[in-house]
C-alpha cells in the first residue's frame, strides 16, 4: 500500500479542550459509579424547582423544599451538560411501541418557549389545549416576560401574548394568533393511582430538535411541596419518576393513554446525577385555572385566614384521628377568627370532606367560592365540635 501525503491545505489538528469545558465526553472519560460525597458532609437534598407559587396564608410544616431554576438559553455551548453524571437507566417497559405512537401524536400540541424579562432569555414548555390559540404553562416560565416567542414542533415561530397568571398554582395562559392549532387531549388527575405509567413530554435544556419523551411511574400523590426563599407551598403535587429536566417546565405528565394528566413544575433529586423526581401540578386545577383566567384575567382565591401546619403523629394518635390542620394562627378580622377558631384546634374535615393536611384543607377550600359558608369540624381540648364560617376572597396583602 502506497503511503498517504498529507494534505498541506487540511486544517492543523488541535488539542480538545479539557473534558469539563467541553459537550460531549469520551466513555473512557466518565466515571462508573456514584459520586462520593467529601469528608463530614452528609448528603443534602439538592432541589430544582420547574416552577414556584403562592397559597392562602398557610405554613405546610411537612412540605418539600424546592429552588427556583430556569433555563437560561446563551448558546447550548454553555449549557454544562457533561458536568452531571448520568446513571445508567434500565429500560422500561412503558418505553414501547404505544408511547412511541402517544408522543408522535402529542408532539405537534407541545411547544417551546422563548422568554425575555428584561435581560437574558430563559425556555419554557407549554401546553396547547384549545385550538384557537391557548396554551398552559407554569406562572413561573413567563414570569416578568417582556416578550414571549413560541416554537412548535414543526419550527413554526409565533409570538405569544401572556393572557394571565396564578402564583398560587403556578399556572399561566398564553394566546397565540392564528390557528387552528393541533391540541393535546386533557383527562384528569382524580383517578390516578400511585404506580400507574407516566410520560413526560417537553424542550429540556432549552434543546433544539423539538420536544423530548421520557417515561417512567406515578410514584406518589398528594406533595406538598415548596421552593426555596419562600413562605408558600404547591400542594396536591403528582409525583413522578419519569425525568423531568429545567426547560420542560409548563410541559405535559401523560398517562399511558396519551392525556395529559400534569402541567410539570418541578424537579428534585439528592445528589447531583441521583435519581430525579418531578412533580406536576393536577391538569384538573390547572384547566380550572386557565378557564378563569381566559375570562376574567384573574383568578378568585377563597380566604380562611389561618397559618398552621400538619398533625404531627404523635398528636394524630392521641387525638384518635388519621391526621389533621393544626391552627397555628388566626388572623385579625378574618373569616376565621369571625367564625370563632383558635389556636390550636385541629380542623379535620370541611362540610364532611376529610382532611388530613394543611395541604389537604386547602385544596377542600378550592371547592368553594366568596361569601360560601362551610362547616369545620375542629377538635379542640380533645372535643369535637363544628365550627361555621363565611369565607372571603383573599386580600392581596395575603
Do not use: C
Not at 460525597?37 to 430544582?48: H, K, M, T
Not at 435581560?119 to 416578568?144: I, K, P, Q
Amino acid at each position: 500500500m502506497e503511503p498517504v501525503e498529507p494534505d498541506d491545505d487540511a486544517p492543523p489538528f488541535r488539542e480538545p479542550p479539557p473534558p469539563d469545558d467541553r459537550l460531549w465526553r469520551h466513555p473512557s472519560e466518565v466515571v462508573v459509579g456514584a459520586p462520593t460525597a467529601p469528608p463530614g458532609r452528609s448528603p443534602r437534598p439538592v432541589w430544582a424547582v420547574a416552577g414556584l407559587s403562592a397559597l392562602i396564608a398557610s405554613l405546610v410544616s411537612s412540605g418539600l423544599v424546592v429552588a427556583v431554576v430556569s433555563s437560561r438559553s446563551p448558546a447550548a455551548s454553555n449549557l454544562g451538560v457533561e458536568r452531571q453524571m448520568v446513571r445508567p437507566r434500565s429500560v422500561s417497559t412503558v418505553l414501547s411501541s404505544p408511547v412511541v405512537d402517544i408522543a408522535e401524536r402529542l408532539r405537534p400540541a407541545i411547544v417551546q418557549l422563548t422568554v425575555v424579562p428584561g435581560g437574558r432569555a430563559s425556555t419554557g414548555s407549554g401546553v396547547m389545549f384549545r385550538s384557537d390559540g391557548y396554551l398552559l404553562t407554569n406562572a413561573h416560565v413567563v414570569e416578568g416576560a417582556t416578550s414571549i416567542q413560541v416554537s412548535t414542533a414543526s419550527g413554526m415561530q409565533l409570538p405569544g401574548r401572556l393572557v394571565g397568571t396564578d402564583a398560587e398554582t403556578d399556572t399561566a395562559v398564553v394566546k397565540l394568533d392564528g390557528g387552528p392549532f393541533a391540541i393535546a387531549t386533557l383527562g384528569s388527575g382524580a383517578d390516578l393511582r400511585v404506580g400507574q405509567p407516566a410520560i413526560a413530554i417537553g424542550f429540556p435544556l432549552g434543546l433544539a430538535g423539538g420536544p423530548s419523551v421520557t417515561g417512567g411511574m406515578v410514584s406518589a400523590l398528594h406533595r406538598d411541596i415548596r421552593p426555596v426563599g419562600a413562605t408558600t407551598t404547591l400542594v396536591d403535587m403528582i409525583q413522578t419518576d419519569a425525568p423531568v429536566s429545567p426547560g420542560s417546565s409548563g410541559g405535559a405528565l401523560l398517562d399511558a393513554n396519551g392525556a395529559v394528566v400534569g402541567i410539570t413544575t418541578a424537579v428534585a433529586s439528592s445528589e447531583p446525577g441521583s435519581e430525579a423526581l418531578g412533580f406536576a401540578t393536577t391538569i384538573d386545577v390547572a384547566r380550572s385555572v386557565a378557564d378563569e383566567l381566559i375570562r376574567s384575567g384573574r383568578v378568585v382565591h377563597v380566604w380562611l385566614g389561618v397559618e398552621g401546619g400538619d398533625v404531627d403523629g404523635a398528636t394524630a394518635t392521641d387525638l384518635d384521628v388519621d391526621g389533621g390542620a393544626m391552627v397555628g394562627h388566626v388572623t385579625s378580622a378574618s373569616p376565621a377568627e369571625r367564625g370563632g377558631l383558635a389556636t390550636r384546634d385541629v380542623i379535620v374535615a370541611v362540610n364532611g370532606r376529610a382532611v388530613r393536611s394543611m395541604g389537604e384543607l386547602i385544596v377542600a377550600l378550592r371547592a368553594y367560592g366568596p361569601g360560601d359558608r362551610v362547616a369545620l369540624e375542629v377538635i379542640r381540648d380533645r372535643q369535637h365540635r363544628t365550627i361555621t364560617v363565611t369565607l372571603a376572597e383573599r386580600p392581596a396583602s395575603s
